[in-house]
């Protein structure tokens, strides 16, 4: 071989080398942003990572019920633009930023023990057990914690532990489920939620391909005669094909819960078929909203196999139902405003709980608040019974969302008061951590009220639980846990960004405080079993849930970030705060 040709090969071979590095290099997808320009410096240094095939392709698997319809996602149109959703911030003071960055270290170092911990412990489980130090498989095995922290890491700028998890990510096998059955709900909003959100942000291809091939076995969850989801995936059933039976009554949040993680995927694949089954779903919804037994919402247990919506009596937006509602203004802005269904949907549910749900509890400091209740729709009409949950303290968020969304100033200030109300539970406890469930007594009126401290020692005498130590203004705390759970501070930082105020800010260093204090153990956060009792006698559990590194330290890092890192101008956040690019 002549010189001559070796050079030319060496070129050759050099030119490919460049080309595929070209094309396996992601691109940074938001420049201008915090995120945009960490994107950008990092993807410079970025690995390549190369996805492992499950050894099942659910994509392959001939469905008994083969759904015909295919709507595709609408396209953006400029006359349905979207208002502004974040506060316009001023420029930050030196003495503003360094406080606020050390409240921010302060929670990335929460965030570092857990995950050490996780990794060291329980790597490629589903839970670390963060006062034994062991592990435990509780979605399917497929590493949930993993999957359901990719985002934060990438957020927190941690990049050498992102590209580990991720490449890890890559190599998981939906094809192998430590459990026959997969809860459809669960898989949605972690995995696949998890995995999208990882996507954008970090443009990694394997992770688009590890989304599509879940997103393709969850899709198996619709083979059925009436093409509405089951609850429960039966994994050997779905292997074969053959159709799947739609379970009797159903949490509403289940079915009501697939519309943006399913929604993104067909965007960022091209692939309609996901969007068309989730809009057949909401189809459904869409007919029966006016029809229940509290018209404009849906109670908590519904069947889809017989699209009955109206039997149950049982209305919250707590637990069962929550992110049912929390979907409709989320899906309206993941979508660019292109679909004015769930604009129509969101408002009528929006007045509908804001007239029957939201009331002012009697508190000491006659605080101007609200709680969101439970409504029971007897023979003689809709019964307000004042119990809240942690649960529902995301709805402060989501009317403050809803208020930029649909330029309605009164959803923002409901939101305020509503988010007030779960810092006020926050503050009241001696652990500053307001309990899993918990009554009150219900104000005659939002407008005015007085506290009556007769009345209040009167229903802790008729309810008989915790009297004795229970902060004034509680009657019980049914469910006296707290779980580690985000729904407060998701509020909280929601409020910050969309209306500016400091307070919020303030309000969520407090409770970021009281939470890491509580719940930390050796290895990383546990749940506590009472929070009405002194800091010092907290017991603890052996459990700490994905979602606190998802969600929990998630919302707490981007409540003291330049307000420009996952800006909802430019995201909207799943019920897993996994955030999703939307359409513009
Ligand atoms: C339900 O009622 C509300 C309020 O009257 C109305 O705005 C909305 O369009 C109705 N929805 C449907 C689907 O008919």
Redesign the pocket.
């Known amino acids: 071989m002549s010189r001559r040709l070796l050079r030319v090969r060496t070129l050759a071979v050099a030119a490919l080398f460049l080309l595929i590095l070209w094309f396996y290099f992601p691109f940074a997808r938001d420049t201008g942003s915090e995120s945009g320009r960490l994107a950008q410096y990092m993807n410079r240094a970025s690995p390549r990572i190369k996805p492992l095939k499950s050894t099942i392709d659910w994509a392959a698997i001939n469905f008994q019920f083969p759904v015909a319809r295919t709507p595709a996602v609408p396209p953006v149109k400029p006359h349905t633009r979207l208002p502004h959703i974040q506060h316009a911030f001023d420029r930050e003071s030196p003495d503003d930023a360094i406080k606020r960055n050390l409240r921010r270290d302060e929670v990335r170092k929460t965030f570092k023990k857990s995950w050490a911990s996780y990794r060291q412990y329980a790597w490629m489980k589903d839970v670390l057990k963060p006062i034994s130090g062991t592990s435990a498989d509780q979605f399917c095995g497929w590493a949930a914690t993993l999957v359901d922290s990719l985002d934060t890491l990438w957020i927190m700028g941690m990049r050498e532990e992102f590209y580990e998890a991720a490449k890890a990510v890559a190599r998981i096998d939906f094809g192998f489920s430590t459990s026959g059955r997969v809860n459809i709900f669960e898989t949605n909003i972690r995995y696949l939620g998890g995995l999208l959100a990882a996507y954008d942000l970090s443009g990694h291809e394997a992770l688009k391909f590890k989304a599509i091939e879940i997103g393709n076995l969850l899709y198996g969850g619709f083979n059925t005669e009436n093409h509405m989801p089951v609850d429960f995936i039966d994994f050997e059933t779905a292997k074969t094909g053959q159709g799947l039976e739609v379970e009797d009554y159903v949490v509403s949040a289940s079915p009501g819960t697939l519309t943006m993680e399913f929604t993104r995927l067909s965007q960022i694949t091209g692939d309609p078929k996901w969007y068309a089954a989730v809009a057949e779903v909401m189809e459904v919804f869409?007919?029966t909203?006016?029809t229940t037994l509290l018209?404009?919402m849906w109670p908590m247990f519904v069947s889809m196999r017989r699209k009955d919506m109206a039997s149950n009596y049982q209305f919250s937006i707590g637990g069962n139902a929550d992110s049912l509602f929390e979907y409709l203004p989320k899906q309206y802005q993941l979508l660019g405003g292109a679909e004015p269904k769930y604009m129509?949907?969101s408002?009528?549910f929006m007045?509908t709980a804001k007239k029957n749900l939201f009331f002012r509890p009697m508190t000491p400091d006659n605080a101007d608040i609200l709680l969101s209740g439970n409504i029971d729709v007897l023979d003689d009409g809709p019964h307000l019974d004042p119990e809240s949950e942690h649960l529902s303290c995301f709805i402060g968020g989501l009317y403050a969302l809803g208020g930029r969304l649909f330029e309605n100033e009164d959803y923002i200030e409901t939101g305020a008061r509503l988010t007030r109300g779960c810092i006020w539970a926050y503050h009241a406890m001696p652990t500053g951590v307001m309990p899993e469930r918990y009554n009150v007594i219900k104000c005659e009126s939002r407008l005015n009220c007085k506290w009556d401290e007769a009345k209040w020692k009167e229903e802790i005498q008729q309810k008989k639980q915790y009297k004795d130590h229970l902060p004034k203004g509680f009657t019980t705390a049914k469910d006296p846990r707290y779980i580690l759970r985000p729904e407060a501070i998701e509020s909280v930082f929601v409020l910050y960004r969309i209306t500016g105020r400091r307070e919020f800010q303030d309000a969520a260093w407090e409770m970021f405080q009281a939470v890491r204090d509580v719940t930390s153990t050796q290895f990383a956060a546990a749940a506590i079993k009472d929070v009405t009792v002194p800091k010092d006698k907290v017991e603890r559990e052996d459990y700490m849930e994905s979602f606190w590194l998802a969600e929990t330290l998630k919302y707490f890092y981007l409540v003291f970030s330049p307000p420009d890192l996952i800006s909802l101008d430019e995201y909207v956040l799943n019920t897993e705060a996994h955030p999703f690019k939307r359409a513009r």
């Open positions: 869409r007919d909203q006016n018209p404009g129509w949907m408002r009528t007045d």
